[in-house]
């Protein structure tokens, strides 16, 4: 018994250990892909494939000229397409009925709502729209579609949809949890948000070919709030990476500074990760026994 403890207390203390040594990477004021990605509860290797994105994405071509006129003109246009079509479902399952398909995605979303910390509700449901969607369609996939239809094509095991299809999930499912739920009535019905809210936007950029979301994320309240932003990208990246605003850093100079501190949290974050996987490693399961 004695033994069983002392591992126990010794356990608990390189936990604790260890996790104040990954937090000490986030040092500094940060900007809020950083914040998200410190607290949306990933583990420490999977932080640190999430900050290889986020580094490599600040380096992607796509993204460094300005919009064009056309480009905001098209962006305007279809952000309103978008937002009409999303609500066909909510619509025709008011009618209808839902397919049990999206009943059984709703019910995973109304879970997820039941989370208090908005980065971990976040992240679950960037990892729940992943699931439901299909293998990306290099044919073209539909222009207009619904989030239900998404869902359910997912089902066929058959290439569907694309980038804007994919966003356009993501963004009706973020806005279905977007709102603290200890957030009072009265401040639901004003469409207040707090710092447990956030707001998720649909984003086609033309110029790009390709669509993601982005989320702000508002901090203190009233009159003195300020919104921090994020994107989604879905498409590009499967396992949860909170990115750098794409379209708000245009000026080289900037943007190599922020993957210069990118890159430094990434090189701190990196030696905690392959840490703790030679650690496991080196202490395999015991013969005979299940690691599931």
């Known amino acids: 018994m004695r033994i ?3 591992l126990i207390i010794s356990f608990s203390v390189y936990a604790r250990a260890h996790a104040q040594g990954v937090q000490s990477c986030y040092q500094g004021p940060l900007p809020a892909s950083l914040v998200t990605l410190k607290k949306s509860g990933l583990s420490d290797f999977n932080a640190y494939k999430a900050l290889e994105n986020i580094c490599n994405d600040l380096k992607s071509e796509t993204f460094k000229n300005k919009v064009s006129l056309k480009g905001k003109v098209l962006h305007a246009v279809l952000d309103v397409s978008f937002s009409v079509a999303q609500d066909i479902p909510s619509v025709i399952s008011t009618m209808l009925g839902s397919d049990q398909n ?22 679950k449901v960037y990892e729940l729209s992943v699931s439901a969607q299909g293998p990306y369609d290099d044919g073209g996939g539909p222009i207009f579609s619904t989030p239900g239809r998404t869902i359910n094509k997912t089902k066929d ?3 569907w949809g694309q980038c804007r299809n994919f966003a356009q999930l993501l963004e009706w499912s973020l806005l279905q949890v977007n709102r603290s739920p200890f957030l009072p009535e009265d401040m639901k019905k004003w469409g207040a948000l707090d ?4 707001m998720p936007k649909f984003v086609h950029d033309e110029d790009a070919g390709h669509a993601w979301v982005e989320v702000s ?7 003195k709030q300020e919104f921090h932003k994020i994107n989604l990208d879905t498409t590009w990246y499967k396992d949860y990476t ?4 794409r379209r708000g850093v245009v000026d080289a100079g900037k943007r190599n500074q922020l993957l210069a501190e990118c890159s430094k949290v990434l090189s701190c974050v990196q030696k905690f990760a392959f840490k703790s996987i030679g650690e496991v490693l080196s202490n395999p399961a015991p013969s005979g026994q299940h690691c599931d």
Do not use: C
């Not at 994320?217 to 009159?223: D, F, K, N, S």
């Open 4 to 6: 069983v403890i002392v």
């Open 157 to 159: 095991n058959k290439a």
């Open 102 to 123: 999206v009943k059984d995605y709703k019910a995973k979303l109304a879970s997820i709502g039941q989370i208090q910390n908005r980065f971990a509700r976040i992240r």
């Open 195 to 198: 710092e447990d809210s956030f």
């Open 217 to 223: 994320l508002p901090v203190g309240i009233g009159g």
């Open 242 to 245: 909170p990115l750098y605003p």
